[in-house]
């Protein structure tokens, strides 16, 4: 299965600021997907990460907030904008390559929004 | 709606003891996937294993297997055999059968703690 590499993977951030979040699959993968996660929750998908064109937010994630970019098909990044402690969160990227079953995973970015 | 439900926020074994983690899910799609991770507690998310709809046999992987009973909507993940390092979190996730669909939904997730 794909290898995915996720950085930063952690960083502490001013309120107000933005920080990107870049992840690299190391082959091909058709989809790619963000997900957020507040301390003690679960999982929750932010948006699918379409190549070329404009992402697919799921309900109360807006691009604005959350501008993701793929300019191909093993790259993308994830924008945090304007944040604010609310925002603090282990923040995922996810592949799907079509082949086998299991999604993989880049290792997560903690952030912590002060 | 939720749709994968895992009702056991904690849950402790002994070491070697075998353990289940409960998952029901809701869906009409008749193709879907089934999968487990285990997150421990450095973040990342491990893949242990899938079940698709249509597979006839409970899907195993070393010490990790399901017990997929598809009219009751459940899939509990079984670890046998329970390590130390076993202690994560898992979570089951489910993938819906829609071609334009790729995306998994999770269900809260459930803390393991594997006693000595």
């Known amino acids: 299965s794909a290898v995915i590499s996720q950085k930063p993977s952690r960083d502490i951030c001013q309120r107000g600021t933005s920080l990107t979040i870049q992840c690299q699959v190391d082959?091909?993968?058709?989809?790619m997907f963000w997900y957020r996660q507040q301390p003690g929750q679960s999982l929750t998908l932010i948006a699918t990460?379409?190549?070329?064109?404009?992402?697919?937010?799921e309900s109360g994630f807006v691009i604005d907030k959350f501008p993701i970019s793929r300019p191909n098909l093993t790259f993308s990044t994830l924008t945090v904008s304007n944040m604010s402690p609310e925002d603090s969160s282990i923040y995922l990227c996810?592949?799907?390559?079509?082949?086998?079953?299991?999604?993989?995973f880049g290792s997560g970015t903690r952030l912590t929004v002060v | 709606a939720q749709k994968i439900t895992q009702t056991q926020p904690g849950m402790f074994v002994q070491e070697k003891e075998a353990v289940t983690l409960d998952c029901t899910y809701d869906?009409?799609?008749?193709?879907?996937?089934l999968f487990w991770y285990k997150q421990p507690s450095s973040g990342e998310m491990i893949f242990l294993i899938y079940?698709?709809?249509?597979?006839?046999q409970n899907a195993t992987e070393g010490r990790y297997s399901l017990n997929f009973q598809k009219a009751r909507k459940s899939a509990n993940l079984v670890i046998s055999a329970s390590q130390l390092g076993d202690s994560a979190m898992y979570f089951c996730?489910?993938?819906?059968?829609?071609?334009?669909?790729?995306?998994?939904?999770f269900g809260a997730g459930t803390r393991l703690t594997v006693k000595p």
């Open positions: 996810s592949g799907f390559g079509g082949l086998g079953y299991g999604y993989t």
């Open positions: 082959s091909q993968v058709t989809m």
């Open positions: 990460a379409n190549q070329g064109s404009e992402a697919t937010y």
């Open positions: 869906t009409s799609d008749q193709s879907y996937g």
């Open positions: 079940q698709g709809s249509y597979d006839e």
């Open positions: 996730a489910m993938r819906e059968g829609s071609p334009n669909n790729n995306d998994m939904r």
